[in-house]
Structures are given as structure tokens and as C-alpha cells.
């Protein structure tokens, strides 16, 4: 079976384990001889399990059965599918591109955003990533002249269509700071972090120095109280409520600014949302760019941060 075929059947195999939440093989056979894909055939257990093994070695996802529950299937490590998750951006493109391929007489009608590959840069920096070595790359900041930068690259982000790495560095301590205690990380020293944005890369090649990542460093996390690509520590995370008018109310609700988002007030036009994260330019921008439609309730520097960039907006029109 060619492999485009395989790839249709693994990506539907675990769409309907994961909506049905857990299900009998039999009912899974139900819905396949429904596709068409089955050609009408049943779904053997022989080639169920060759998709289930096939699909755990592909995008690490674990399809386990429930025997006190009926032998239903069910994914074991169902958090590899959260929204930001790898495995669920492998299957949603994997499952658009699916839908694409057999659509072609509709490309034309089907629209998608650019996103900057830089499929190079992407290779060179998962095999640093894996191999456990620095990288040497050529950045160009915007108005800037060219600069080098040798750093660890400790994870790669995807936002808003452009691809990140987190580079780590290592500078000495000053005298009022404490520094890291670290293993691999030198006496004295204390690590940082900086964001590269791909599209901004002008050079990159791998070294043979080693480094050795942060056993409890965690890519998730690390992100978790920010809105973005942009990390600025000296950031303090904290409670923002942003008042929605109108429609961005619903808007606002089935795409929410943050996980953190919940509901604390409402009115005949409005309703109130409260995030807690560490409100930087990313955060900033995606505000201003929803207009009139929302407000920063607080905190009160926050809401005069904003109305001053929509002021100075106003201005540049006079």
C-alpha cells in the first residue's frame, strides 16, 4: 500500500479513537467500511494492530485497550494531542494535506498562509538539538548590522507564521547575582535566553562544542506565562482582565488569549476576561490589532500602555 494511502488511514485511526474517547474495535470497523477508504472491507484486527504499532512509532501516540471496560481502545498519552502539542500540528497538516491532495480541482478555492521554512536552518538545528551541540549562527536584527552568536539551541516555537529557535547562553556572574547550580553548567556562571527568529538567520553552521540541557527544562513550560515568541524574564507575570465588545466577545471565547483565560464578568455588550501571563510586545500587538473591539480593564499601567500606542497611531494619521 503506498504510503500516502497509510498516512490517510493512521491519521483517521486516530481522529476516531480520540473523538469517541474510547471505543470497541467493532464499532471502529463500523465507521471504516463507512469511508472511503475501506472499499467496503472490513478493518482486520491483523491490520489494526499494524496501524496502532505503526502510529506509536510515527507520532508517539499510544492506542492501549480498556479490558475491564468492554476491550475499548483509547489513547494512553492523550496530553501529546493538546493544541500546541507536535503531534497534533503533524495531524492536522497531515490531515489538510489529505483533504488538499483530493480536492485539486479546488486549489484555486483553497487558501493558506506563508510560513517561512527555512527548511535548512530547520534540519541544522533539530540535529544540533540531538546531538547536543552548539550552533554558530549570523543574525541580523532589524536596522542592525550583522552580529554572531554561539548558543545552545534548547527548543524550536512556531508563531504566527514564523519559526523561533530558543538559543541558551552562559555569561559569569556579577557580583550580586547568585549563580546556577547546574550540572554541565561552569562554576560561577549563570545561563540566559534569547529568542532567533529563522527568517532573521543569515548563517548557521554546527560546532563541536557539547552542552548538556537542563534536566528540568521543560519547552511548555518555559512558555506558559507568555503570549508569543517574545520571553523577557524581567516580564512580571500577572493578572490582565481585558473587557470584549460585540462580537469579539465570542471571538474571544472560542479562541482565547491564554489557557489561563476565564470568565469574570458580563453585560448586555460585553464580557470581561481575566489571563494571568507576562504581558509583553506580542501581547501588546495582538491587542491593538483587535481595536476598538476590546479594553484593558487592568492592570492600570497596561490600559495606559495601550491607549498611548493608539494615540500615537491616531497621530501618525494627522
Known amino acids: 500500500m503506498k504510503s500516502k494511502m497509510l498516512f490517510r488511514e493512521y491519521i483517521w485511526l486516530v ?7 474510547k471505543i470497541s474495535l467493532a464499532d471502529i470497523n463500523s ?21 496502532k504499532d505503526a502510529i506509536e512509532d510515527i507520532f508517539g501516540i499510544f492506542i492501549k485497550c480498556d479490558a475491564s471496560d468492554g476491550y475499548k481502545y483509547y489513547i494512553q498519552n ?6 500546541d502539542s507536535v503531534q497534533s500540528w503533524m495531524l492536522s497538516t497531515l490531515s489538510v494535506s489529505n483533504v488538499i491532495s483530493e480536492s485539486m480541482s479546488l486549489q484555486d478555492r483553497i487558501l493558506l498562509e506563508s510560513v517561512h521554512t527555512a527548511d535548512d536552518y530547520f534540519d541544522l ?17 532589524y536596522e542592525d548590522a550583522p552580529k ?9 516555537k512556531l508563531f504566527k507564521p514564523r519559526w523561533y529557535v530558543l538559543g541558551q547562553f552562559e ?10 547550580r547546574r550540572t554541565g553548567l561552569p562554576k560561577g556562571f549563570i545561563e540566559y535566553f534569547r529568542m532567533f527568529s529563522f527568517d532573521r538567520i543569515q548563517e548557521i553552521e554546527l560546532t563541536d562544542e557539547k552542552f548538556e540541557i537542563a534536566p528540568d527544562f521543560s519547552a511548555e513550560e518555559y512558555f506558559q506565562d507568555y503570549y508569543g515568541a517574545m520571553v523577557i524574564d524581567s516580564v512580571k507575570r ?3 482582565v481585558v473587557r470584549a465588545f460585540g462580537k469579539e466577545r465570542f471571538y474571544l471565547n472560542d479562541l482565547p488569549l491564554h489557557e489561563t483565560q476565564t470568565i469574570v464578568g458580563q453585560g448586555d ?15 501588546f500587538s495582538h491587542l491593538l490589532s483587535r481595536s476598538s473591539q476590546v479594553k484593558v480593564l487592568q492592570p492600570q499601567w497596561l490600559a495606559d500602555k495601550i491607549k498611548q500606542m493608539h494615540i500615537d497611531a491616531v497621530e501618525r494619521y494627522k
Open 78 to 83: 492523550s496530553h501529546a494531542l493538546h493544541e
Open 125 to 141: 538545528l533539530t540535529e544540533a538539538m540531538k546531538k547536543g551541540v552548539r550552533v554558530k549562527v549570523v543574525y541580523r536584527k
Open 238 to 240: 500577572e493578572r490582565v
Open 148 to 156: 554572531s552568536y554561539l548558543f545552545a539551541p534548547y527548543c524550536i
Open 269 to 283: 455588550d460585553y464580557v470581561d476576561f481575566s489571563v494571568t501571563l507576562r504581558p509583553t510586545m506580542d501581547f
Open 15 to 21: 481522529n476516531t479513537i480520540w473523538k469517541a474517547r
Open 31 to 51: 465507521k471504516w467500511v463507512r469511508t472511503s477508504m475501506s472499499d467496503g472491507k472490513d478493518l482486520s484486527r491483523t491490520t489494526f494492530n499494524r496501524h
Open 171 to 180: 555569561r559569569k556572574a556579577e557580583k550580586d547575582e547568585s549563580p546556577m
